[in-house]
């Protein structure tokens, strides 16, 4: 009578494609493959960094000679061969450009085509993007509006030439170049990024948006991203991420560091759809990230949402330092794995100072025969006095033959902190699937809906254009009939 | 022409043949009731003619409309105008029931090829239609069915109901569980629903009920058929004499 | 005998060539290959670090440093009767008495319909038996204790309920450490079966006698039938010396019910591994668990519930109080495999910090390949309740006493759990004790 079943909706809904698997004929130029210190030195002299710059590049790669790569998440990884990737990719017209008018029309057609055109986000939403094509920063919006308040918002590469003194302060930081092994490599290598930085009493009147995209074949991404609010300062940070269809595994190594001194607030948003990866596995990127904010100052704050729909392998634990007394870290986060998409991501929350707080709302959701973590510390140490966390990972399951797992870490050392934690499991029951259809809406609509409602605490944490986005993707990534 | 059709309906779950050769035709503006012992299969034919998957047909046909929908999906079924009030509606955590509504309204009105509703309409549509059933509009805003009670989500079905104006409407036990202060909200609801277009078929257990729904026709339903036919005063006998009455005397219609 | 060797690692070794030289003409059996695999596992890992996830909060290096005898024809001992019965629990009159590790007929005494015996005397009487339940279900590859359990034990308690047979009464499982002459790292091997429909009800302590360091590495298989019922219940509260390692591991049939009570009171180094294996419908797995550690007391429990088949329910519920500069670690582990659709799985830890020198470190994790099912799992960390702290000492209740009433009714939910009126008493008259009530 009926073909609408769980097993018929499992199949559609594995099968989705990836929307955004094109790619853009731009003149490249490529560093030579592989990866030892004349590399390094080229990306550091191909990018007229001072010294100082070269210097600590070398210091993490010969570091990151010295260590080995991880195994502990739970994924199942084809090892990469590091000595067979692209470290610098650039776009050749070398883009000194005084409106988006002269950005090549190529990549002003890959944005159309990912949704977002640049000139209608920056008429209707005011928003200031700062654009990273591979690995180069192609243009930064905004910047004389910026400026008049003093806020520095533009590729790494500028900051490193124009402003040393705040790079040399900060960068590493956060996270030494000595972390773990993908963040020594992006330290090594790291090709370009967005820099930030909110003076004194400042709140930053746009969102910051930066739109990753990697499009060469063959080269691994290393971005390296650098906030800083000073005192009393406020900036909400956008990050969008999309990779082309490519069979190889690419790999996507960032780093992202935030400091957040005295009464300051920073909100980090990322949606992150790199290519996952074709329904049988094949292809997609490899996103390992490390993501870290330090509260520096009293009553600082540092929220982080993300929306990750996309790579095949993501392991990527956006943290927060409260040092400071009375500062707050929050993390909220959806992710979908789909097909055969491997996520093991968390966040980790170090409490240092008194009366700290933090908080983790954690939603994965599970299709296809993918394999979805959360992986997750919060450390209350000896002298957090009166702190609290609360955390909550939630997990939906689509199908029978995925993976949902929770592995949180808590250590506690101090008698006057509350930790509480909480994981449920569920999964799409047919009772609602029924019920939503038989009032008129077909199984990518009802999808839609559940999915969003089970999600609304995390979407609501997104700023309007991204959670309106964010909506979209979750549905694409999760239904075959949605376009 | 009749609205709805079901011709010799046979259908199971797993092993288990529950409708065997079931004939009913609704036409617009008639109200049917439909009672019946448990287990004889009411809440059955309400679910296949809405098109449940977990149910079998192995036998017969529905016409909607003049219309095969045996075939059909839910949603494309739900799209032609047939509401099912739920005897236990479902929660959707997460998912308000403004938004549930939103979505639904406009799935109708895109197979119908028309625009989204604006949302100014869809407003007052939703206040217009919760106050018929007596609904706080703060409900709005909470999640479908979750932490309802039952006369709640009952209220809601109607609700629901009123917004999607459906031509058929198969109300599935939606009486029990209810106190009698919140059957009167739920009958008066349906009744200002009721005309000349749209039909109702009301499943039953209680004879209590139709006092409130005054029905048109009556059927008993044992054993996956319809035993007996009538008019709103089989009910009163029904509930005087029980359900083995009927049984005993089914020879008599069949 | 003096053991050669600079670290633990050398030491078992040596340990287990002077136990090859003495074999005459049994190094072929298929016991002692057993032991030899197990050996060589043992090789292989040698003790864990803290980089092992598994003892990730947990140092076992000072092995490393301690010297310890060895002697596998050791029957001499100075425990008396008199000893045994001051750990004895009112009313509870069978107790199986085990000596560093080996069964102590002199010193047992029961009257029981059960099958009850030496795992020595078992395995030449009872090989049916080992060869289906002994060395199955023991993690010896994940576990090096359990790997040093398997080469290095020769002795333990062989318990069996036959199918459909009800204990008449519980049974008491005293280990003694005897340290009076020496340091001790001793094994003991437990094999307890449950045949269907059978029901059994256990309560297993640890004592260490005597001033040197006894270090007890017990390991328990268990075997639970179809339609049967076991309780188990450990209760901990040894010494400041006393140092354990305990692996229980049980595999469950159809309908069966195994019931886990561990409460841990004193020990200077406590590290409990519980585990079930599921194997049918139907099945029930309880878990309770409630620890006080005082001092520098270190005290971690590690649990797992291998839901492998559909239809089961396991239910946890794991209570904690850290004072002084203790340590207490919580790790259950839910595993749901592809199979086990319908499976109800609730675990909760929740600790309480009494100082800050004190450290609680929970990993309660879900790892789940079935949607069709309900898991969730709560832990919880805070201080004692000082609302109601206040409430009291505002009815004229003094400080320290108010804390101990509170302290007190926090373990009871757990003691509770416990379906033997005697030990029930018992262990709450030793909570009462330890808080000085």
Not at chain 1, 453 to 477: H, R, T
Not at chain 2, 136 to 151: H, I, L, P, T, Y
Not at chain 3, 18 to 44: P, V
Request: net charge negative; proline share 2%; aromatic share 10%.
């Amino acid at each position: 009578m009926t073909d609408f079943n769980e097993d018929k909706l499992i199949e559609e809904v594995t099968t989705s494609e990836y929307k955004y698997g094109f790619t853009t004929d731009i003149e490249q130029e490529f560093a030579p493959k592989g990866l030892n210190e004349d590399i390094v030195r080229f990306i550091s002299a191909k990018k007229e960094e001072p010294e100082f710059m070269l210097e600590w590049r070398l210091k993490a790669y010969r570091h990151w000679l010295t260590m080995k790569e991880p195994t502990w998440a739970k994924a199942d990884i084809i090892k990469t061969d590091y000595q067979d990737l692209f470290y610098y990719a650039a776009p050749k017209k070398k883009p000194e450009l005084e409106s988006l008018d002269e950005v090549d029309p190529e990549l002003l057609k890959t944005f159309d085509k990912l949704g977002i055109s640049i000139d209608e986000q920056k008429r209707l939403t005011g928003v200031a993007v700062d654009i990273v094509v591979d690995s180069v920063s192609v243009k930064t919006t905004f910047q004389k509006e910026l400026k008049e308040k003093g806020i520095i918002f533009c590729s790494m590469s500028d900051a490193v030439k124009n402003h040393p003194e705040l790079v040399k302060q900060y960068i590493g930081t956060v996270v030494p170049t000595t972390d773990n092994f993908y963040a020594a490599l992006n330290s090594a290598v790291f090709s370009d990024g967005s820099f930030c930085y909110i003076p004194k009493g400042v709140r930053c009147p746009m969102e910051l948006s930066t739109y990753f995209r990697m499009n060469a074949a063959m080269t691994g991404q290393f971005e390296r991203t650098l906030i800083i609010a000073d005192e009393g300062s406020y900036v909400s940070y956008l990050e969008g991420c999309t990779a082309p269809m490519r069979d190889e595994n690419q790999l996507h190594a960032a780093v992202v560091e935030i400091v957040a001194h005295k009464d300051a607030e920073v909100k980090y948003s990322t949606v992150q759809n790199w290519y996952p990866g074709d329904k049988d596995g094949k292809g997609g990127v490899y996103n390992f990230v490390t993501k870290r904010g330090l509260c520096e100052g009293d009553n600082s704050k540092i929220s982080w949402t993300q929306v990750e729909t996309g790579s095949s392998i993501t392991w990527k634990y956006p943290s927060c330092i409260l040092k400071g007394d009375h500062s707050i870290g929050e993390f909220y986060s959806v992710a979908v794995t789909n097909n055969h998409q491997q996520a093991d991501t968390g966040s980790k929350m170090t409490h240092i100072g008194k009366n700290t707080r933090s908080r983790i709302i954690s939603k994965g959701i599970s299709a296809g025969v993918s394999e979805n973590s959360y992986r997750g510390l919060v450390n209350i140490t000896k002298g957090a006095e009166n702190s609290r966390n609360f955390s909550e990972c939630d997990s939906l399951l689509i199908g029978d033959k995925c993976g949902a797992h929770t592995f949180p870490y808590i250590e506690i050392a101090n008698s006057s902190s509350v930790v509480e934690h909480e994981a449920t499991t569920s999964k799409v029951s047919e009772d609602i699937l029924f019920y939503c259809s038989q009032r008129g809406m077909d199984e990518a609509q009802a999808m839609e809906l559940i999915i969003n409602g089970y999600a609304k605490e995390v979407l609501n944490k997104l700023p309007m254009e991204f959670a309106v986005e964010a909506q979209k993707l979750l549905a694409i990534s999760l239904e075959g009939s949605v376009g | 022409m009749s609205l709805l059709k079901v011709e010799n309906l046979q259908a199971k779950i797993e092993d288990n043949q529950i409708l065997k050769g079931l004939n009913l035709e609704v036409n617009p503006g008639e109200v049917h009731a439909i009672m019946g012992p448990n287990g004889s299969g009411k809440s059955t034919l309400a679910s296949v003619i809405a098109g449940r998957e977990d149910y079998e047909v192995n036998g017969g046909k529905v016409i909607f409309d003049g219309e095969d929908i045996t075939d059909l999906e839910v949603h494309e079924r739900a799209q032609k105008g047939i509401f099912l009030a739920f005897q236990y509606p479902v929660e959707i955590p997460g998912v308000s029931n403004a938004n549930f509504m939103k979505s639904s309204i406009n799935a109708l009105r895109k197979a119908r090829g028309e625009e989204p509703m604006p949302a100014k309409d869809f407003l007052q549509r939703m206040r217009e239609k919760s106050a018929l059933v007596e609904i706080d509009s703060k409900f709005m805003s909470r999640a479908v069915n979750e932490g309802f009670s039952g006369g709640e989500k009952k209220r809601n079905e109607i609700f629901q109901l009123a917004m999607l104006e459906p031509k058929l409407a198969l109300l599935d036990e939606t009486d029990s569980g209810l106190d009698i202060d919140a059957l009167k909200i739920v009958s008066d609801g349906v009744n200002k629903l009721r005309n000349e277009n749209n039909a109702f078929v009301v499943i039953t257990h209680y004879q209590r009920l139709l006092n409130y729904i005054v029905p048109d026709y009556v059927h008993v339903l044992a054993d996956g058929k319809i035993v007996k036919s009538g008019g709103k005063e089989l009910a009163l006998e029904l509930e005087e004499k029980g359900y083995e009455w009927v049984k005993d005397h089914a020879a008599e219609t069949v | 005998m003096a053991i050669k060797g600079n670290n633990f690692k050398d030491r078992i070794s040596n340990s287990f060539d002077i136990f090859e030289t003495h074999l005459n003409g049994h190094k072929d059996s298929e016991l002692h290959k057993q032991r030899r695999n197990a050996m060589s596992i043992f090789q292989e890992n040698g003790l864990p670090t803290l980089k092992n996830e598994m003892w990730k909060y947990t140092n076992v290096g000072f092995l490393n440093g301690l010297e310890f005898d060895y002697d596998i024809s050791e029957h001499k001992h100075s425990i008396t009767s008199q000893i045994v019965s001051e750990h004895k629990v009112d009313g509870l009159d069978n107790v199986v008495v085990l000596v560093n590790g080996y069964y102590n007929e002199d010193l047992s005494d029961f009257n029981s319909n059960l099958e009850i015996k030496s795992m020595k005397v078992a395995q030449s009487e009872n090989q049916e038996d080992l060869e289906k339940y002994y060395n199955k279900y023991l993690k010896n590859e994940e576990n090096v204790f359990s790997a040093i359990n398997t080469a290095l034990s020769f002795d333990g308690v062989f318990i069996k309920a036959k199918k459909g047979e009800v204990a008449d009464s519980p049974i008491h499982i005293l280990n003694i450490a005897d340290t009076k002459n020496s340091n001790q790292f001793k094994q003991t091997r437990n094999l307890i079966v449950v045949e269907d429909t059978a029901e059994v009800k256990l309560y297993e302590t640890n004592v260490t006698v005597g001033d040197n360091v006894g270090i007890m590495n017990i390991a328990t298989e268990i075997y639970v039938g179809s339609n049967a019922n076991l309780e188990h219940i450990k209760f901990q509260n040894d010494s400041d010396k006393g140092v354990y390692f305990s692996q229980s591991e049980a595999f469950q049939e159809k309908d069966s019910i195994y019931t886990n009570n561990t409460i841990t009171l004193n020990g200077k180094f406590v590290r409990n591994d519980l585990g079930t294996t599921h194997n049918g419908g139907n099945i029930n797995t309880n878990y309770f668990g409630y620890y006080y550690g005082s001092d520098r007391n270190l005290i971690d429990n590690h649990t797992f519930v291998d839901h492998a088949t559909p239809h089961c329910q396991s239910n946890e519920l794991y209570k904690g109080v850290l004072d002084d500069k203790s340590i207490g670690t919580f790790n259950g582990k839910i595993l749901v495999r592809p199979d086990a659709q319908k499976t109800n799985a609730y675990q909760s830890s929740k600790n309480v910090l009494l100082t800050d020198t004190a450290k609680v470190n929970a990993k309660p994790e879900l790892e789940i390949y079935a949607d069709d099912v309900k898991c969730s799992h709560g832990s919880s960390t805070g201080s004692i309740d000082k609302d109601a702290l206040f409430y009291l000492q505002a009815r004229a209740i003094p400080k320290d006493k108010a804390k101990a009433m509170l302290l007190f009714a926090y373990s009871q939910e757990i003691i509770d759990k416990i379906s033997i009126e005697s030990v029930r008493d018992y262990i709450t008259h030793q909570v009462e004790k330890k808080f000085g009530m």
